[in-house]
Nanobody
Framework: QVQLVESGGGLAQAGGSLRLSCAASGRTSSNGAMGWFRQTQGKEREFVAAISWSGGSTYYADSVKGRFTISRDNVKKTVALQMNSLKTEDAAVYYC?????????????????WGQGTQVTVSS
């Protein structure tokens, strides 16, 4: 099992920045690619960003491309999501996810492990 704990959510103004972090623990051999997803009430959880095990490949949803950056530190077993130029539509609960394979994935069905989520609120 892999446990994921997100942190860094909170309130930001539109145009501002927030940095989310996710700490992984448990069976490190199960750690592979990781991703961030977000969900608002009444909507499906949607892909935001993903990063391969090596960090050499990253993927972003079109809605966040150029504004968000995903990164990871395999020594510290953390993955971060730097969110800049925030928009009100970025407000959501953000979830960290991990999968056993090293290749990044962009659909939620391909991730086996999930954090509890952290709330991001963006005021206009």
């Amino acid at each position: 099992q892999v446990q994921l704990v997100e942190s860094g959510g909170g309130l930001a103004q539109a145009g501002g920045s927030l940095r989310l972090s996710c700490a992984a623990s448990g069976r490190t051999s199960s750690n592979g690619a990781m991703g961030w997803f977000r969900q608002t009430q009444g909507k499906e959880r949607e892909f935001v960003a993903a990063i391969s095990w090596s960090g050499g490949s990253t993927y972003y949803a079109d809605s966040v491309k150029g504004r968000f950056t995903i990164s990871r530190d395999n020594v510290k077993k953390t993955v971060a999501l730097q969110m800049n130029s925030l928009k009100t539509e970025d407000a959501a609960v953000y979830y960290c996810a991990a999968r056993s394979t090293v290749v990044a994935a962009t659909t939620r069905y391909e991730y086996e492990y999930w954090g509890q989520g952290t709330q991001v609120t963006v005021s206009s």
